[in-house]
């Protein structure tokens, strides 16, 4: 594939590309922290996608917890009026 059809398919302008190409000949293509090579680049997207699967795991989750935890309050409502009827009952 030429350096020109390379640069479309990547999206970025051809001289950048002619650079990128033209640096690494010569040794000087820094790399860089963010760098990534198509196996870490496939590990990240593996982990994107566990992530979002998380993610989704969880605010199922939460959804689960919070209609509990009402059913909780409501039940905790309903005894503590039934305790102070009984209460009154009492007296």
């Not at 690494?24 to 760098?35: E, F, I, K, P, V």
């Not at 059913?71 to 905790?76: H, R, V």
């Not at 005894?79 to 009952?89: H, P, Y």
């Amino acid at each position: 594939m030429g350096q020109a059809k390379a640069a479309k398919e990547l999206g970025v302008p051809r001289n950048t590309l002619y650079g990128w190409v033209h640096a690494n000949r010569l040794g000087n293509l820094d790399l860089g922290a963010g760098s990534q090579t198509p196996q870490s680049a496939m590990t990240l997207n593996e982990e994107l996608l566990r992530l979002r699967q998380q993610v989704k795991e969880l605010e199922k989750e939460i959804r689960l917890l919070k209609k509990e935890n009402d059913f909780l309050e409501e039940a905790s409502a309903f005894f503590a009026a039934s305790r102070l009827k009984s209460a009154k009952t009492k007296e």
